[in-house]
Nanobody
């Protein structure tokens, strides 16, 4: 599976962005999909994931502001980010992994994902 993330940019606090991650190469619907981010000087962290059945998992800091969705017909996963804050500034990575492992063992760990996109920069100014 090849993943291509896009949609990042420079916005002001309170603005919105929608990230997209297009997949190619294999059947998309059978994968769990996640978004991670890495802020300057920090380790990459889990943000949100969606299983093949549509269940979602968010970190507390983005609940109510971010929404993950997937369109299997387009092999694309989206991350709608509203009410952005400066602390959301990071490189955002999409990832695909085993839906079984995500569903039964969790989706937060990087080790649960086999395929990664190249990252897209999101910068939120105050």
């Amino acid at each position: 599976v090849q993943l291509q993330a896009s949609g990042g940019g420079l916005v002001q606090a309170g603005d919105s962005l929608r990230l997209s991650c297009a997949a190619s190469g294999r059947t998309f619907s059978g994968y769990a999909l996640g978004w991670f981010r890495q802020a300057p000087g920090k380790e990459r962290e889990f943000v949100v994931a969606i299983t093949g059945s549509g269940s979602t998992l968010y970190i507390d800091s983005v609940k109510g502001r971010f929404t993950i969705s997937r369109d299997n017909s387009k092999n694309t996963v989206y991350l709608q980010m509203n009410s952005l804050k400066p602390e959301d500034t990071a490189v955002y990575y999409c990832a695909a992994g085993s839906d079984y492992i995500c569903t039964y063992y969790g989706c937060r760990g990087e080790r649960h994902y086999n395929y990664w996109g190249q990252g897209t920069q999101v910068t939120v100014s105050s």
